[in-house]
């Protein structure tokens, strides 16, 4: 899998990613640090990349958008440097494998992990 991090995540996750097997690059080496969020969508879209944010803002545009894509996971932890909660966010990606390739909305928060095909049908 290939992962897009966002600007509120530090790019020292980038080798926590490797040690899994997948790719990352953080949206700074690839982006404007003050592009809009559908900017790094649309850039992570067209380069078949799973976004990794800790910002409401995605999950919001997905569900008014309704696209199918990209798939992104929202990371809802108070200090993003610590181990557990880090080993918590790669074992429910790691669950969630197939859904993100498909397309999902992944929310990791605490020791609970929430997904929801795309596109989000607001109906439900």
């Keep these: 899998m290939k992962f897009l991090l966002d600007m509120n995540l530090s790019p020292d996750w980038i080798p926590s990613f490797s040690e899994q097997g997948w790719e990352a690059c953080h949206w700074s080496s690839v982006g404007r640090h003050d592009a809009p969020d559908t900017d790094l969508l649309a850039w992570a879209r067209e380069n078949g990349r799973i976004v990794i944010t800790q ?68 109906g439900r």
Aim: net charge negative; hydrophobic share 50%.
């Design 55 to 122: 910002d409401l803002d995605f999950s919001q545009l997905l569900f008014t958008t309704a696209d199918a894509g990209p798939s992104v996971v929202l990371v809802r932890m108070k200090d993003e440097f610590d181990l557990a909660g880090r080993l918590h966010v790669f074992g429910s990606i790691s669950l969630a494998k197939d859904a993100l390739l498909a397309g999902a909305l992944l929310i990791i928060s605490g020791n609970r992990a929430r997904l929801r095909m795309l596109p989000i049908d607001p």
